[in-house]
């Protein structure tokens, strides 16, 4: 219907410098309607509001959030195939976060679309 969701993939609260796996269920809501996924990366410093910690309970310093995007990936070439468009997507993240990859036997990825994509790391 035109409308933007934002789905935070991981389902909770990220650890603290870290990062849970990534559930299927957002990116296979868009594989099945065929739009784009715009992946957008949320950063804390200092990390404020983690979870099991007090509302109360924040730093000295103020938090600044930073906010960056990523290039947009058609969904629709990922039909019938969400769990290969999660893994990359979670794989991106991981990268650009500085975080161990996942395993690449994880990984399935439409032939046609992204066998190339430098943003898959092995």
Known sequence: AGFSVLIFPEGTRSPPRGLHPFKRGAFELAAR?????L????????????????????????????????????AAAWTGKSRG????????YRQRLGLPSMSPATMTQPAETVMNDPRVSE
């Not at 309607?33 to 996924?37: A, D, L, N, T």
């Not at 910690?53 to 947009?72: G, H, K, R, S």
């Open 33 to 37: 309607g065929g739009v784009e996924v």
């Open 85 to 92: 468009l999660r893994a990359l997507v979670e794989s991106s």
């Open 39 to 74: 992946p957008i990366l949320l950063r804390c410093e200092p990390p404020a509001l983690g979870k099991g910690a007090m509302f109360w309970d924040f730093p000295i310093e103020p938090a600044v959030l930073t906010v960056d995007l990523e290039e947009p990936i058609d």
